[in-house]
């Protein structure tokens, strides 16, 4: 089956289905926000769970953890991880720091005389930690040389690859987050050409493709370095990813921010505002990590805490906005909606919170799908968009049928994806099994919790057409998809912000 095969599948019909059967919704919701802790106390990480925040970036400092060869000092990591268990948090655990033991006390920024001395370590944390942690970034900033001294093959051959293969070899559902480059313009250790080798050498010994981006101009700026270019020479990250083979992998921004040295408070909280709404608008970055939880010194200003732990206002806009993400969402209606369809959001934002099977083919197809979706692709986009802005609130305290929801979406995509290259026909595919049971099973769960009479009309309709498909081909759908829409009567369901069906 061809890509333009699937593409016709899901797009913009494949929109139109899991609308229908009310499937399609943004339910990343706090698995896009994360920010740096590095290992404060308890209650500084109370702060982010407050907010809202779901991960954390910790520092696994090598140094630290292992100050002398054979000794392990565990407590303060160990202290991290049982929080974030405890409080549904996600860990991303940045490996590095050389303990001096181990190059002849020549600084944290360089590298072992033995590899095998690494490789133990990485060792020690993925098997420890495995089952809590499942998230590796791989030293930070190997670009400069405060953090390693050394070139982009060195980072490859002596640090990346030795840690992919313990961490693989020790946890098959652990992903790997590098290089955690910063985004440096300097001629000798420019950002994109350290990029450029690690992912020509070492793409297969990452997962996840990670980068630090900061711009005193604000969030913009920080957006074309990675969807557009900067300064007219450097390229766009995502487009170095796409040129050395990784336009499937995720981009995670695991350090941005605004220090309150050099802008106001309320300059900070505004720029978190604009990146954060730029950010779940578009199809390039898939977390963020705010650089920090908390003014410290040596680094002051940038924390969304002061050092005494008092909120800043840049801590409640996090915190608004992770509550209200809905709200930021564009839902294609303004007047700049020409000028950056390629950056809106597609359905592939909706398979993010449910692994990693589905969602790297769905983005393979991600650039064709929006260069090819027409006026009606974009209706019905926008119809997603509007349907899911008055849906999510349905959906507020009943954390069980979100889960379900996931699950369900994403054995419709696990169907409609895999065919390309399988040798299956569309024809062969038809509603039933556990395809139909499952989001048979989801519409009346919610139609059983629903209490708006307008809403479970809506649902109960949705229900019996479903039911009139069952056994049926899934090329039928396709075919009258869009009828099954109308008959539904979204149009005027949504016009009227679903307070009457």
């Known amino acids: 089956m061809t890509k333009k095969t699937i593409k016709n599948l899901l797009f913009p019909w494949g929109v139109s289905l899991f609308l229908l059967f009310t499937l399609l919704f943004p339910l990343r919701g706090t698995d896009l926000y994360g920010v740096n802790v590095h290992v404060q106390p308890n209650t500084v990480l109370s702060m982010a769970k407050q907010a809202g925040i779901r991960w954390m970036r910790v520092d696994f400092s090598w140094a630290d953890i292992e100050p002398s060869q054979g000794y392990y000092n565990y407590q303060e990591i160990d202290r991290v991880v049982a929080f974030a268990v405890s409080n549904n948090m996600a860990i991303l655990a940045n490996l590095g720091d050389t303990p001096s033991w181990a190059n002849g006390d020549q600084g944290k920024n360089v590298l072992p005389t033995n590899v095998q001395y690494w490789r133990n370590f990485v060792n020690r944390m993925v098997t420890r930690y495995k089952g809590r942690v499942s998230y590796w970034g791989i030293w930070n900033e190997p670009n400069l040389e405060d953090f390693l001294r050394g070139s982009a093959d060195d980072y490859v051959t002596k640090v990346l690859i030795p840690a992919s293969e313990v961490i693989r070899g020790n946890d098959s559902s652990a992903k790997i987050v590098a290089p955690d480059i910063s985004y440096l313009t300097s001629p000798e250790r420019r950002w994109d050409s350290f990029l450029k080798t690690v992912l020509e050498k070492g793409k297969n010994y990452l997962d996840i493709v990670s980068i630090h981006a900061y711009d005193s101009s604000g969030a913009e700026a920080i957006m074309n370095k990675i969807e557009k270019g900067y300064n007219i020479i450097y390229p766009a990250v995502t487009k170095v990813m796409s040129d050395y083979g990784c336009a499937d992998k995720e981009l995670w921004l695991t350090e941005t921010g605004w220090s309150t040295t050099s802008v106001s408070e309320d300059t900070q909280a505004s720029n978190y505002l604009d990146l954060l709404t730029k950010i ?48 930021y969402i564009d839902d294609g209606s303004g007047e700049d909606d020409d000028k950056d369809d390629d950056k809106k959001p597609c359905l ?154």
């Not at 895999?418 to 099973?441: A, C, F, H």
């Open 348 to 501: 592939f934002r909706t398979l993010h919170s449910e692994g990693e099977v589905v969602l790297p083919k769905a983005r393979s197809f991600r650039n064709s799908f929006l260069e090819n979706q027409g006026a009606r692709g974009k209706g019905l986009i926008s119809l997603y968009y509007r349907f899911s802005a008055v849906a999510l609130p349905r959906l507020q305290g009943r954390p069980e049928l979100k889960r379900q929801m996931r699950r369900c979406f994403a054995l419709w995509t696990q169907t409609l994806v895999p065919l390309q290259g399988e040798g299956v026909s569309i024809n062969d595919l038809r509603l039933d099994g556990k395809l139909y049971e499952e989001t048979d099973r989801l519409l009346q769960n919610w139609i059983d919790g629903e209490s708006s009479p307008s809403w479970k009309g809506l649902l109960i309709r949705g229900r019996s057409l479903l039911a009139l498909y069952r056994g049926e081909r899934i090329v039928r759908l396709m075919n009258e998809g869009e009828g099954l829409l109308r008959l539904l009567s979204f149009e005027k369901f949504i016009a009227k912000g679903g307070n009457n069906g």
């Open 280 to 327: 779940l608008n578009s199809t390039s970055v898939d977390k963020v990590f705010f650089y920090e939880i908390q003014d410290v010194p040596n680094v002051s200003g940038y924390g969304i805490l002061n050092a005494d732990t008092s909120p800043k206002k840049s801590y409640y806009t996090y915190k608004n906005f992770i509550q209200n993400e809905a709200s």
